[in-house]
């Protein structure tokens, strides 16, 4: 195995929990984000990992890199923000 060994103690974490007391609306948040963990494009930058817990949306994001936590945290708050509006937002036609 080739490259440098990042040691624990120069890992970031970041955890971002959402609570909700609707359980469709944590499952549908899941299920909008569980693409994105599963196929990331560039897992340099970090690992993320997103669980339901009660009624609680847990992300967990660890990178080797202060700025590789600061751009995945910033993805996946833009990603959240994104399907809440679309959740939230009546359907016309």
């Given at each position: 195995m080739s490259g440098k060994k990042v040691s624990e103690k120069n890992r970031y974490?970041?955890?971002i929990t959402v609570e909700s007391l609707e359980e469709k609306v944590l499952k549908a948040l899941y299920q909008s984000l569980l693409p994105e963990t599963v196929s990331q494009p560039d897992r340099k930058r970090g690992d993320v990992?997103?669980?339901v817990v009660g009624?609680?949306?847990i992300i967990e994001?660890?990178?080797?890199?202060a700025s590789g936590a600061r751009a995945?945290?910033?993805?996946?708050?833009?990603?959240?923000?994104?399907?809440?509006?679309v959740i939230k937002e009546?359907?016309?036609t």
């Open positions: 974490k970041l955890r990992k997103i669980t009624r609680r949306l994001i660890e990178s080797a890199s995945l945290l910033n993805a996946y708050i833009y990603l959240l923000m994104t399907a809440l509006q009546p359907v016309t």
